[in-house]
């Protein structure tokens, strides 16, 4: 779909739809379940958890990321992963877009 096909949705349609893709692989359901248990993960605890590759794991944290559903920090040489307060506000705001 074109850039200019995107205008026509609304901003909720479209803040829905970037959540969703980012939920939508399991890969990134378990990190997300796995933030939720845990207050932050580094890469390397999210590689053991997922059972993938560092590139992988990598990938799936620049979606979240960018859905704004986790943050990461540096501290000294690691860098940390959480869940952003709002996600699950975000998360569940899909079930009203769905049921609009």
Known sequence: M????I???TASQK?????AKAIGHPARVAIVQYLTKESCATN???IQVTNLSKATVCQHLKELTDAGLIAGTFAGNRHYYRLVPSAFER???LKKV???
């Open 98 to 100: 769905v049921g609009s």
């Open 44 to 46: 390397s605890t999210l």
């Open 2 to 5: 074109g850039a200019s096909k």
């Open 15 to 19: 803040s829905f739809a970037r959540v």
């Open 7 to 9: 205008k026509a949705f």
């Open 91 to 93: 998360i569940e705001s």
